[in-house]
């Protein structure tokens, strides 16, 4: 049964603060525990806040008995969506957490995760991170389900208003009326394209699975009476969990009270995605056996000896810029240094924000300590530049503090290409690296100098053979095959649910795969 709260999270701080400044954002953080014996609510409540940077729109954690799984989900942060009293009503020795950013169906509280589905014998929850690009197919098989004999009309009328790629395989999961739940998921996994590494669960058993490609991270881990399996090692540390192994590509695994199997239902064929380095992933966690602060840190290093710059003070743009500053520093000799405080409280809020406040812009985020900065030379480095507006900013309110020199450094090589696998990137045509080269870049955004560490440099610092990397974003190699582009994008399914018959543009991703560029990107205020 799901649940849901009539307090609501809007959320308008994060975009709506300035609309023109949408960083990246991940599609979700997963977690899923069994450990008879343990507060499994608790576990994953924990799991999915240590999780929270992947996903801030909605959270939701589902726990079973043994007898029935009871879902609980809303809008807003983890901690907004859960108290003690709703952990405390959640018992059970199975359980999965799921933190959402949207990157295929609309923000809202029908498209929140877990889903939840009743099957013949019982029910299944399940949470997904990463997108699918088969979306339009799996909707065909869906369509073409036969109904569950018995099946309660209130569950079939409320579960058909989600417009996500989730509900799909949640559905197609939940069909399996002459197999195993366990083998009707080894049918079905090989006929999803894209990006997933799902947690799912019936009563009685726990399972996980990575798409072939393994573009999104999955980890396993072991608690002294149990298992976890996460989106990353940082959620496993959080709770107390070993760290055992990656899930590997095309790998599922299945825990039960006989204890953990696992089989093959595809051939590994790994790209990683090379973004999780870069911005996505905590900087305490590992991938690939790289922890990620040091991979942040070699990157600074390799861009101060390929981009050296004569300055007083190396700062960064924080939280996600640190690490490679710190290696800057370190390689160039230049002293680091704090020069801008952040607001770490600013992700989410219920109020929106003035016609005042929001022309402040990036100062609700981030303030400049005039004392450090003034008459300084930095060198200031940042993790990516997307459209270009932040930077932007930054660069005017540092010369506004009295920063005499401003020379920006990118932890990442430009951002040309939209990603179809989890990110929410901006469409082709907004991304400032496609319409302009480096030099017109530098100018659109005022610095003194600006430089990207190379494609070769970044692949270089994760030590992970570049074939095994999805380099998509910045070199438009897409490893897996995309649809016709009407067929992409966030909100296809609720364009299909209104237009059935017509193909639509949706999200410009006609335009944006085409390109047109940010040609205007000089112009811009």
Same mark, same amino acid.
């Given at each position: 049964m799901a649940s849901h709260s009539a307090r609501r999270g809007d959320g308008l701080l994060s975009h709506d603060l300035?609309?023109?400044?949408?960083?990246?954002?991940?599609?979700?953080?997963?977690?899923?525990?069994?450990?008879?014996?343990?507060?499994?609510?608790?576990?994953?409540?924990? !799991?999915?806040? *240590? &999780?929270? #940077?992947?996903?801030?729109?909605?959270? =939701?954690?589902?726990?079973?008995?043994?007898? +029935?799984?009871?879902?609980?989900?809303?809008?807003?942060?983890?901690?907004?969506?859960?108290?003690?009293?709703?952990?405390?009503?959640?018992? !059970?020795?199975? *359980? &999965?957490? #799921?933190?959402?950013?949207?990157?295929? =169906?609309?923000?809202?509280?029908?498209?929140? +995760?877990?889903?939840?589905?009743?099957?013949?014998?019982g029910s299944i929850a399940l949470g997904h991170n990463g997108n699918l690009t088969n979306t339009r197919e799996l909707k065909k098989m869906v369509d073409e389900l036969p109904g569950i004999p018995g099946e309660l009309e209130i569950h079939a009328r409320n579960l058909e208003t989600s417009t996500n790629d989730t509900s799909l395989v949640t559905a197609l999961l939940a069909h399996h009326p002459d197999c195993s739940l366990e083998d009707r998921a080894a049918e079905l996994l090989p006929q999803l394209k894209g990006a997933y590494s799902f947690v799912w669960m019936d009563e009685g058993t726990l399972y996980a699975a990575r798409d072939p490609q393994g573009i999104r991270p999955l980890v396993l881990g072991r608690l002294e009476r149990g298992w976890v399996v996460a989106s990353e090692t940082a959620a496993l540390d959080i709770v107390g969990a070993s760290y055992i192994r990656e899930i590997e590509p095309g790998e599922m695994v299945a825990v039960d009270e006989d204890g953990l199997r696992t089989r093959r239902f595809a051939e590994a064929a790994p790209k990683g995605c090379l973004f999780e380095f870069v911005y996505l992933a905590r900087p305490d966690t590992l991938i690939s056996n790289q922890r990620v602060h040091s991979v942040r840190v070699e990157i600074g290093r390799k861009l101060a000896r390929s981009f050296p710059a004569d300055a007083d003070l190396v700062i960064p743009v924080p939280e996600s810029g640190t690490p490679s500053a710190i290696g800057f520093a370190e390689e160039s000799g230049i002293p680091y240094g704090v020069g801008l405080v952040k607001n770490s409280y600013v992700g989410r809020t219920f109020i929106q924000p003035s016609q005042t406040i929001r022309q402040l812009g990036i100062r609700l985020k981030l303030n400049p300590l005039r004392d450090v900065i003034e008459g300084k030379r930095l060198v200031?480095?940042?993790?990516?530049?997307?459209?270009?507006?932040?930077?932007?900013?930054?660069?005017?309110?540092?010369?506004?503090?009295?920063?005499?020199?401003?020379?920006?450094?990118?932890?990442?090589?430009?951002?040309?290409w939209p990603c179809f696998y989890g990110i929410d990137f901006a469409t082709r045509a907004e991304l400032i690296a496609n319409g302009l080269g480096v030099e017109e870049i530098r100018a659109s955004i005022d610095a003194d100098s600006l430089a990207y560490i190379s494609l070769e440099e970044l692949v270089e610092a994760t030590t992970v053979p570049s074939d095994n990397l999805c380099r998509a974003c910045f070199d438009g190699v897409y490893p897996i095959a995309l649809p016709e582009p009407e067929f992409l994008g966030k909100h296809f399914l609720e364009a299909e649910a209104l237009v059935p018959d017509r193909a639509l543009d949706v999200d410009g991703l006609a335009a944006s795969l085409a390109g047109g560029g940010a040609g205007d990107a000089l112009e811009r205020p």
């Open positions: 300035d609309p023109q400044d949408r960083g990246p954002q991940d599609a979700c953080g997963v977690f899923g525990v069994w450990a008879p014996g343990e507060d499994v609510a608790k576990l994953a409540y924990y !799991g999915i806040y *240590a &999780l929270q #940077h992947r996903g801030q729109e909605s959270a =939701g954690i589902a726990v079973s008995n043994g007898r +029935q799984i009871l879902v609980y989900k809303d809008m807003g942060l983890v901690s907004q969506v859960f108290d003690e009293s709703t952990l405390e009503s959640l018992k !059970g020795h199975i *359980a &999965l957490g #799921h933190a959402r950013y949207s990157t295929t =169906g609309a923000s809202t509280w029908h498209n929140a +995760q877990p889903t939840f589905r009743p099957t013949p014998d200031v480095v940042d993790d990516s530049i997307v459209r270009g507006n932040t930077q932007r900013a930054l660069v005017r309110m540092l010369r506004e503090a009295g920063a005499r020199e401003v020379h920006v450094r990118i932890s990442s090589p430009p951002v040309k």
